[in-house]
């Protein structure tokens, strides 16, 4: 057996996969044919539910489905207003994972997921929260530094995994994420006690992938500096940052902001009905880019390991190219 395999052999066994390298849920781009590509290739393919209703999460859960008879998991939002509606879909289904993201889970949502049989995995941007959650009862958890793309917390990947592995990594699978793009990055964490990894960045420019030629231009074009944090315009808008390609979408986000933040002064709107503004802007400006093409007033939500991205290629071929990679730094 490859050093490789005995390194994530936790993490593949815990997720049901070859390899321990899960798909980060994009909304948009990780559906029903990504998904299930990545999971046919032996690694661990999330869809990502976002904002969608329960009529179509059944939809995509039914494709994907259609398209591999491997384990993939669902990601589930925590504050969806459906939330309990949504579980019930992937009990349905049988879904063995279910990946919480977007803070703590509300009251009896955790029990629902472990009542239908499925493992849960948290999102966990510090240790306390960290420890919080395995009191709490969940199965994994994933460790995401700000390198990542999309909505992001403060903490650089390389910190998290510092300060978080040795304390848990004994008690709990976890799984590092953010900045991740190459094998050499996978050993090190895996060395340090991880039990696999999740890339999201890496698997945009994939052929199985269904974001727009233009989408994925920009992903082969753009370099780290390139992918930068959103602003927060007003203390009373505590927008979580998200990380996107620098373009026109970005300033119109700005914009956004202050215009949401006069309705707020104004009082036209509550804070929940502010925040919930700011939210759908995210998810239709991403739709725009991802689906139509629009990459001047889209968002172009990418990690900083976009530089590393340079060619459309198979899912396989990327994954095989990690395990390469990772065994290579391993020996």
């Known amino acids: 057996m490859p050093n490789i395999d005995i390194l994530m052999k936790r993490g593949a066994e815990f997720l049901g996969c070859e390899s321990a390298i899960m798909c980060g849920a994009m909304s948009w781009v990780s559906e029903r044919n990504l998904v299930s590509a990545i999971s046919n290739a032996g690694g661990f393919g999330v869809i990502a539910c976002g904002a969608m209703t329960t009529e ?12 591999t008879n491997k384990a993939f998991g669902v990601n589930l939002i925590t504050m969806h207003p459906d939330l309990f509606d949504l579980i019930a879909v992937c009990a349905k289904h049988k879904i063995s994972h279910v990946v919480m993201a977007g803070g703590l889970p509300p009251k009896g949502s955790l029990e629902a ?14 240790l306390a929260l960290a420890k919080k959650f395995i009191r709490s009862g969940v199965d994994a ?17 390389s910190v998290l995994a510092q300060e978080i592995l040795p304390e848990i990594a004994e008690q709990i699978p976890i799984f590092v994420a953010g900045g991740i793009a190459r094998g050499s990055a996978i050993a090190a964490y895996l060395e340090m006690g991880a039990a696999g990894v999740q890339l999201g960045t890496r698997f945009v420019c994939a052929h199985e992938s269904i974001a727009h030629p233009n989408f994925k231009k920009a992903f082969i074009r753009g370099n780290a500096r390139d992918a930068v944090a959103s602003v927060q315009i007003d203390p009373r808008l505590p927008v979580i940052p998200v990380r996107a390609l620098k373009n026109k979408g970005t300033e119109e986000f700005t914009a956004k902001q202050r215009d949401v933040a006069t309705l707020l002064d104004e009082g036209k709107v509550d804070m929940k009905e502010a925040q919930l ?22 968002s172009i939500m990418a990690g900083q390991s976009v530089g590393m991205v340079k060619a459309e290629e198979s899912v396989a071929d990327i994954i095989a190219a990690l395990r390469r990679e990772t065994q290579a730094a391993i020996a």
């Open 141 to 157: 958890l994933v460790i995401e530094g700000m390198e990542a793309g999309g909505h992001i917390g403060p903490v650089s990947t």
């Open 113 to 126: 997921i472990k009542e239908m049989g499925a493992k849960v995995i948290a999102f966990a941007p510090a």
């Open 56 to 67: 179509l999460l059944d939809i995509e859960i039914t494709e994907t489905k259609k398209r």
């Open 277 to 298: 503004q700011i939210e759908h802007f995210w998810a239709g400006a991403l739709r725009k880019a991802v689906i139509d093409g629009d990459v001047e007033n889209g």
